[in-house]
Nanobody, 124 residues
Framework: QVHLVESGGGLVQAGGSVRLSCVAS????????MGWFRRAPGKEREFVAA????????NYADAVKGRFTVSRDNAKNTVYLQMNSLKPEDTAAYYC?????????????????WGRGTQVTVSS
């Protein structure tokens, strides 16, 4: 079982940066691929980024490629999402999720555990 808690959200101006963190409890965090998803008001949840359990493979949505970076520190049971060059359309609740069988899927259904989310609001 993995319990996930996100932090780092807030209000930022367009063009700014934010780093989200997701801390996991449980002894097997290092064996989980981790993903980040987001849900904007009135929209469906969408994939943002994912990282394999060893951190050697990453995957990004086209909308964030080149601006966002996912990373992890297994010694700290933490996965990060560095978000640069933020745009108003990045405004959303951001969720981290753990996948115990894959390598970082883009599909939310493949993830077994979810955090409660952290809000990022980008002002224009």
């Amino acid at each position: 079982q993995v319990h996930l808690v996100e932090s780092g959200g807030g209000l930022v101006q367009a063009g700014g940066s934010v780093r989200l963190s997701c801390v996991a409890s449980g002894r097997t965090f290092s064996y989980y691929a981790m993903g980040w998803f987001r849900r904007a008001p009135g929209k469906e949840r969408e994939f943002v980024a994912a990282i394999s359990w060893r951190g050697d493979r990453t995957n990004y949505a086209d909308a964030v490629k080149g601006r966002f970076t996912v990373s992890r520190d297994n010694a700290k049971n933490t996965v990060y999402l560095q978000m640069n060059s933020l745009k108003p359309e990045d405004t959303a609740a951001y969720y981290c999720a753990a996948d115990n069988v894959g390598s970082g899927s883009t599909q939310a259904a493949n993830y077994d555990h979810w955090g409660r989310g952290t809000q990022v609001t980008v002002s224009s």
